[in-house]
T-cell receptor, first 114, second 111 residues
Framework: KQEVTQIPAALSVPEGENLVLNCSFT??????LQWFRQDPGKGLTSLLL?????REQTSGRLNASLDKSSGRSTLYIAASQPGDSATYLC?????????????FGPGTSLSVIP | DGGITQSPKYLFRKEGQNVTLSCEQN?????MYWYRQDPGQGLRLIYY???????QKGDIAEGYSVSREKKESFPLTVTSAQKNPTAFYLC??????????FGQGTRLTVV
């Protein structure tokens, strides 16, 4: 059974720092991996989607990498800003036929201090 | 604008009462999902539907019920059989082989 973990559970950094969030999964037979952002009391906003055949995806100051063999993905945030403060979740999808085979990690709560 | 809408944003339930959470999408997505989110845990799948008039149980379906009479709508009823319903509920929709879009959530509290 696929399990997804995220370490650390919480992270606090000063503004301007580059940072890395980690996502680990136990079964390397995945279809894709997705990173989401969640603001307090809000829904999830998709940040980056990496297909299993890809190694990384970039969007602005965000870069996500995927290493299936080691069961790891990282989300790199460059030059962090207070507006980046949120919870970041990764989700691993094991089936292309349906979104029901998606397992979410518990999230990393990020706080960027001005 | 296309999107997925959940209502209400906040909901309070008395002991023994059934309550229904609304989820509507205008994205023409075939599949819709309900998740429950508790502090410190990942999202857990309650029910999902891939086509009108059909739905499947997820990992934590006990105490919940759904219907899918229209493609655009997938309401979730939290019944009195759900002993610990206080949580944040998220609805999502997706097309086949596409990423999902999420609503803004409903926070349910038992009073």
């Amino acid at each position: 059974k696929q399990e997804v973990t995220q370490i650390p559970a919480a992270l606090s950094v000063p503004e301007g720092e580059n940072l890395v969030l980690n996502c680990s999964f136990t079964d390397s037979a995945i279809y894709n991996l997705q990173w989401f952002r969640q603001d307090p009391g809000k829904g999830l906003t998709s940040l980056l989607l990496i297909q299993s055949s890809q190694r990384e995806q970039t969007s602005g100051r965000l870069n996500a990498s995927l290493d299936k063999s080691s069961g790891r993905s990282t989300l790199y945030i460059a030059a962090s800003q207070p507006g980046d403060s949120a919870t970041y979740l990764c989700a691993v999808r094991s089936s292309w036929t349906s979104y029901d085979k998606v397992i979410f990690g518990p999230g990393t709560s990020l706080s960027v201090i001005p | 604008d296309g999107g997925i809408t959940q209502s209400p944003k906040y909901l309070f339930r008395k002991e023994g009462q059934n309550v229904t959470l609304s989820c509507e999408q205008n994205l023409n997505h075939d599949a819709m999902y309900w998740y429950r989110q508790d502090p410190g845990q990942g999202l857990r799948l309650i029910y999902y539907s891939q086509i009108v008039n059909d739905f499947q149980k997820g990992d934590i379906a006990e105490g919940y019920s759904v219907s899918r009479e229209k493609k655009e709508s997938f309401p979730l009823t939290v019944t009195s059989a759900q002993k610990n319903p206080t949580a944040f509920y998220l609805c999502a929709s997706s097309g086949l082989n596409t990423e999902a879009f999420f609503g803004q959530g409903t926070r349910l509290t038992v009073v």
